[in-house]
């Protein structure tokens, strides 16, 4: 059974740092492409940033580049990956969710939702101003 844990939510102010993480176990094959969406009520899910765990490229939404890093364990497990954020605004507040995907998904479908079978619950970030 596959299972999705994600980590290290939590409340900052405007300015502040926090860092998510991420662990797939269950997996009959290694991941292809894990990575982080967000949510608020009423709104999509929204791609935040995305890694190809068997190639290392990443991929960021623009409201997040520069101010996050989406990194992988390559040293136990290629089934981690980490959200680091600095410069969090009080637009950043939603619940991230991970997700991962054990088959390919080409660059330009890696902020769709839907390419993605296994999810995690989701972590609550909320920066306050």
């Known amino acids: 059974q596959v299972q999705v844990l994600e980590s290290g939510g939590g409340s900052v102010q405007a300015g502040g740092s926090l860092r998510l993480s991420c662990t797939a176990s269950?997996?009959?094959?290694?991941?292809?492409?894990m990575g982080w969406f967000r949510q608020i009520p009423g709104k999509a899910r929204e791609g935040v940033a995305m890694i190809v765990t068997r190639g290392g490229d990443t991929y960021y939404v623009d409201s997040v580049k520069g101010r996050f890093t989406i990194s992988q364990d390559t040293k136990t497990h290629q089934n981690s990956v980490y959200l680091q954020m600095n410069s969090l605004q009080p637009d950043d507040t939603a619940i991230y969710y991970c997700a991962a995907e054990t088959s390919l998904v080409i660059p330009r479908k890696a902020f769709y939702a839907n390419m993605y079978h296994y999810w995690g619950r989701g972590t609550q970030v909320t920066v306050s101003s």
């Open positions: 269950g997996f009959t094959d290694n991941s292809y492409i």
